[in-house]
């Protein structure tokens, strides 16, 4: 789960890590008097998206020389229109895809002067099972960029969990990131916080970018990016209670309600598996047989007819989903309650697309009996290449 820039600072804050003051705005009548409870005489006016490259980002049906989503002011007046020429308007970035992403909230802080912009983060390094630190003179960058270009330039060590976070780990971000006296005791604290955020709190991501050495000489979290483990969100009822729906694809959400793991790609065929692995799989051979597919859906192994009626109901909601295939090794799952859950599901949303089945496993006969009797267009499959050469054909012959 991701949440906005302002919700990240707030628990910065709260750790007691270096962030500038600043003022949300929901509504355009509240943005002269958020600015105003602010110093001057710089303010920074940034669009809250789940979403980065927002300054470089363009708002859609902007006008010729308009700005992007993070804007600079000289005045409180200033803040508060350009506040106000942002809300409730799209911003696309490069991370939003060309839908772009509505703008509701508004963060309106005080500017900072900049003498040097670098780059911090903390991750789960899946590779040793242990949390991770990136660092980087170039800040203000994508992290992507600087790896492809100046790899060199990026210093990455994970922290031992039977010892912890000791006061070498921040020496050695300090030193890699050039800083130098009172820097580096502040540099030493901060990887210290970051550190007991990201585990307290049960990040998956947390990314300071830039972290600026100001013009006074000191280090602080200009903006920050922060994503939390949603298998741990039941015992972080605070974190919670940030999130910000809007900004979560609609079939994902409604997926999550009926704790279905659903993830919407950009392909043509959607999917309806059983098992993670499975699931990777059937989207791998679609690919081998020439398509793409339209999501990730494991249903679990104990899905009930209402999960399975879900599940097709949120597949068939994507108006890209051009054919369907239902893939399902019946272990736990039964291919009954599979079945029965498709034939729920076609008659309350209907059928407009080919729709292949491959059972296998526990009840595959009652399964296979109960679609058989169920009067619909079902293309049956042996096996998983079979299916996936089945229903690759019948988009092509359906185009």
């Given at each position: 789960m991701n949440i906005h820039e302002y919700q990240a600072k707030q628990l910065l804050r709260e750790y007691g890590a270096p962030v500038s003051a600043g003022r949300v705005v929901f509504k355009a009548?509240?943005?002269?008097?958020?600015?105003?409870?602010?110093?001057?005489?710089?303010?920074?006016?940034?669009?809250?998206?789940?979403?980065?490259?927002?300054?470089?980002?363009?708002?859609?049906?902007?006008?010729?020389?308009?700005?992007?989503?993070?804007?600079?002011?000289?005045?409180?007046?200033?803040?508060?229109?350009?506040?106000?020429?942002?809300?409730?308007?799209?911003?696309?970035?490069?991370?939003?895809?060309?839908?772009?992403?509505?703008?509701?909230?508004?963060?309106?802080?005080?500017?900072?002067?900049?003498?040097?912009?670098?780059?911090?983060?903390?991750?789960?390094?899946?590779?040793?099972?242990?949390?991770?630190?990136?660092?980087?003179?170039?800040?203000?960058?994508?992290?992507?960029?600087?790896?492809?270009?100046?790899?060199?330039?990026?210093?990455?060590?994970?922290?031992?969990?039977?010892s912890g976070i000791s006061g070498f780990h921040g020496r050695r971000v300090a030193f890699s990131l050039g800083l130098e006296g009172k820097q580096v005791k502040q540099c030493v604290s901060l990887v210290t916080t970051l550190y007991r955020l990201f585990t307290e709190r049960d990040c998956e991501m947390l990314e300071i970018n830039p972290l600026i050495v100001t013009d006074t000489g000191d280090l602080k979290c200009l903006d920050c990016k922060m994503g939390f483990d949603a298998n741990a969100l039941y015992r972080q009822p605070d974190i919670l209670s940030l999130r910000d729906e809007s900004e979560e694809d609609p079939k994902e959400l409604q997926?999550?309600?009926?704790?279905?793991?659903?993830?919407?790609?950009?392909?043509?065929?959607?999917?309806?598996?059983?098992?993670?692995?499975?699931?990777?799989?059937?989207?791998?051979?679609?690919?081998?047989?020439?398509?793409?597919?339209?999501?990730?859906l494991d249903v679990g192994g104990g899905a009930t007819t209402e999960k399975v009626t879900e599940a097709f109901k949120i597949i068939t909601s994507d108006p890209n989903v051009k054919g369907i295939l239902v893939n399902i090794f019946g272990g736990i799952m039964r291919c009954d309650v599979i079945a029965e859950g498709v034939i729920a599901a076609v008659k309350e949303v209907g059928l407009q697309v080919p729709l292949v089945v491959r059972l296998e496993g526990t009840n595959v006969e009652l399964g296979k009996k109960i679609l058989n009797e169920s009067g619909l267009k079902v293309i049956a499959a042996d096996d998983l290449g079979d299916a996936a050469e089945k229903i690759v054909a019948a988009v092509r012959e359906n185009r």
């Open positions: 009548d509240e943005a002269k008097t958020a600015a105003g409870e602010l110093g001057g005489p710089l303010w920074v006016v940034k669009a809250q998206i789940h979403a980065g490259g927002r300054g470089k980002g363009r708002f859609k049906e902007a006008s010729a020389g308009e700005k992007g989503g993070v804007r600079l002011a000289k005045s409180v007046e200033e803040a508060a229109d350009e506040a106000q020429r942002m809300l409730g308007r799209t911003l696309v970035t490069h991370q939003t895809g060309p839908a772009g992403r509505p703008v509701n909230r508004i963060y309106i802080e005080e500017g900072s002067g900049i003498e040097r912009e670098l780059y911090l983060a903390l991750l789960v390094d899946r590779a040793s099972s242990r949390i991770a630190f990136v660092c980087s003179t170039e800040g203000g960058m994508d992290i992507e960029e600087v790896a492809a270009r100046t790899p060199e330039k990026i210093l990455t060590f994970t922290v031992d969990p039977a997926a999550s309600k009926f704790d279905l793991n659903y993830i919407a790609l950009d392909g043509e065929i959607g999917c309806m598996v059983n098992g993670a692995g499975l699931a990777m799989a059937t989207m791998d051979i679609i690919k081998l047989y020439g398509s793409e597919p339209a999501n990730f």
